[in-house]
């Protein structure tokens, strides 16, 4: 069984798939020789990944889901964007970067290093990683549209496309089935409804024949009618495509368990 909070690969294969979603030549070898996961730390959920007052400290995300978090006066929370293995986390991001799951990360810095690099064979990765900001930028304004003009079941597909689509590209996902170890509170704070809402919305999904979901693997069991009900829309240069090639062998196992 496939989680996104305990597997197999290596920093440097997460970070070579994430960039190349970006049409990137990335060496994952040129990515092992840089040392990603030499230096290791472990977060529990409720953790902040980056101590107050942090500067110019980068983390790349190998295991677990980490959150952008806005925090009310009254207690109330948004999480404004969800973070994947495979993704580097910034202490400059803007807002609180709090583990939503056990959460593992390895020392990006020797990755900013070379990005650094004025040397051709590392230009590359640099065209990549700025590719792969515009990327984020897109799923942010995605994120704004969800919460202020789709309905609650527009939202709900949506944002389950795009987890899919994005494990996918690191290859943590099947081409219908994901690990999403989220609490019903946790996505009602992703897409802005209450539990209450979330879950009707979620038994409608299930009722209609979309998703089903078992022991927090969720399978878009027709992921052509959640597109159309949603206008989800690739935001990654290089199209999603399902590729049993690219996924851990545990694939199978995944597929039977959700179904």
């Keep these: 069984m496939i989680s996104i909070i305990q597997h197999h690969l290596r920093s440097s294969q997460l970070l070579a798939r994430r960039l190349s979603a970006m049409r990137a030549k990335v060496s994952e070898a040129a990515l ?37 978090v806005r925090l009310l006066a009254n207690g109330r929370r948004q999480i404004l964007a969800l973070r994947f293995p495979g993704e580097l986390l ?74 899919h689509e994005r494990l996918s590209q690191v290859g943590l996902a099947t081409d219908t089935t994901f690990h999403l170890p989220l609490t019903q509170e946790m996505v009602s704070d992703v897409i802005g409804l209450s539990v209450v809402h979330l879950n009707r919305t979620l038994q409608a999904l299930r009722r209609g024949g979309l998703v089903s979901s078992k022991q927090n693997y969720v399978t878009l ?35 039977a368990v959700a179904a």
């Design 32 to 68: 092992d020789s840089i040392g990603l996961d030499e230096t290791r730390r472990q977060f529990e959920p409720g953790s902040q990944i980056f101590a107050e007052g942090a500067r110019n400290e980068v983390q790349l995300l190998v295991g677990g889901v980490v959150g952008d």
């Design 90 to 163: 910034t202490s400059d991001a803007g807002e609180t970067l709090v583990a939503l799951t056990r959460v593992l990360v390895a020392d990006g810095s020797p990755f900013m290093t070379c990005l650094n690099n004025p040397e051709p064979e590392y230009q590359p990765l640099r065209r990549a990683w700025l590719a792969a900001g515009r990327c984020e930028v897109a799923i942010l304004r995605d994120q704004v549209v969800r919460l202020g003009r789709m309905s609650a079941f527009e939202r709900m597909a949506h944002m389950l496309l795009e987890a």
């Design 221 to 255: 069991v027709d992921r052509a009618q959640l597109v159309e009900a949603s206008g989800y829309v690739s935001r990654f240069p290089a199209p999603w495509q399902p590729n049993e090639a690219f996924l851990p062998r545990r694939g199978s196992a995944l597929r």
